[in-house]
């Protein structure tokens, strides 16, 4: 099965799940601050909404240490700021 979310749909959970973004980038880049620190980075292309699949989420997911499925949760609201945090704790990134 092919995983494919809108990009709009995933600068919302981004922005959700507490990442900043830099729209004066080519590509609109999104931070996760910890203890303000960088700790976690990923970028979404700019231009209209379009889907994001194959490789490219892939690299997403892997950037933000997330599977796919942590990610709709991210996206329906059942997977908080905390949440998130936790992973990245569990994931030893922070």
């Known amino acids: 099965m092919a995983f494919v979310i809108q990009s709009n749909k ?31 980075w990923t970028k979404i292309s700019h231009g209209p909404k379009h889907d994001i699949s194959g490789p490219i989420l892939r690299s997403m997911l892997r950037q933000i240490f997330l599977s796919f499925e942590q990610f709709l949760l ?21």
Request: glycine content about 2%; aromatic content about 12%; charged content about 25%.
């Open 10 to 40: 995933a600068a919302r959970t981004l922005v959700h799940l507490g990442f900043v973004s830099d729209p004066s980038h080519p590509d609109i880049h999104y931070y996760f601050y910890h203890k303000d620190q960088v700790v976690v």
């Open 74 to 94: 991210a996206s329906q609201k059942a997977l908080s700021k905390n949440d998130y945090i936790a992973i990245l704790k569990e994931k030893r990134v922070i």
